[in-house]
């Protein structure tokens, strides 16, 4: 049974979505406001957070600053919001979102992207800890290494090296990154090269030799520069 905590204040949204989910074997809890859905996230396990952004107290956003950043909680968060600009999408990403949703939606897509959200939650299970010469990401802790040094990324870059580490040496497509990090809201075109310069700043510019190479016209590939990489 998959738990789903609903941080959303309007009472008809939340009843649609407990009369959808309840009768399919879900579990659901709900907060309406920001600092009660805080202390309900803290204080139990769910598998999804369906988060509003317009919430009284504290909204969508800091809130899930506040999960990421303080609390080191990785539960996937799905936003749900009438907002529906590349900037609003963006800032959403950046406070540390997995999904967005923009109100009104279709009840099924919900029930898709949440699933889509907990399967990919299982599938990174499988790999808690990767190393690609100096490079090490623990994925249960949330933490980077390159050569003894300690590195921090944001959310979303810490997922997109968490992919180019897992499918070393392979190049992967700019389309799978997107994809993987995004689901079916890729919140714009710049989005993957401006998070792809903030890892790079972390991951390669401190050090003699890159590590994460641009193959142009296709995507991106982590190496171990102490061994031939095929670009």
């Not at 905590?5 to 979505?17: F, G, H, K, S, T």
């Not at 009284?56 to 539960?75: A, F, Y």
């Not at 939650?121 to 623990?138: K, M, P, Q, R």
């Not at 249960?140 to 040094?149: A, F, K, V, Y």
Request: glycine content about 6%; overall charge negative.
């Amino acid at each position: 049974m998959y738990k789903i905590l609903v941080i959303e204040d309007n009472p008809d949204i939340v009843a649609n979505i407990y009369a959808f989910f309840e009768p399919k074997g879900f579990e659901l809890d709900n907060a309406h406001n920001g600092y009660s859905g805080l202390t309900l996230a803290s204080n139990n396990r769910y598998d999804v957070i369906l988060l509003d952004v317009m919430l009284p107290g504290m909204d969508g956003t800091q809130l899930c600053k506040k999960l990421r950043e303080e609390l080191h909680d990785k539960t996937p968060v799905l936003m749900l919001t009438a907002r529906d600009t590349i900037l609003d999408k963006v800032a959403g990403f950046d406070s540390g979102a997995d999904d967005y949703l923009v109100k009104p939606f279709s009840l099924v897509e919900l029930e898709c992207r949440i699933k889509a959200l907990i399967r990919r939650t299982e599938d990174d299970h499988f790999a808690h800890s990767i190393a690609v010469g100096a490079l090490s990401l623990n994925n249960s802790e949330h933490t980077i290494m390159r050569d003894g040094q300690s590195l921090k990324l944001t959310p979303t870059g810490f997922k997109i090296l968490h992919i180019l580490m897992s499918a070393a040496p392979r190049v992967v497509s700019k389309t799978e990154i997107e994809e993987k990090v995004w689901g079916l809201d890729i919140p714009s075109s710049d989005a993957l090269r401006t998070h792809m310069h903030s890892v790079r700043a972390q991951v390669d510019k401190p050090f003699n030799t890159p590590m994460i190479v641009t193959v142009p016209g296709v995507g991106y590939q982590v190496v171990d520069p102490n061994k031939s990489a095929s670009a």
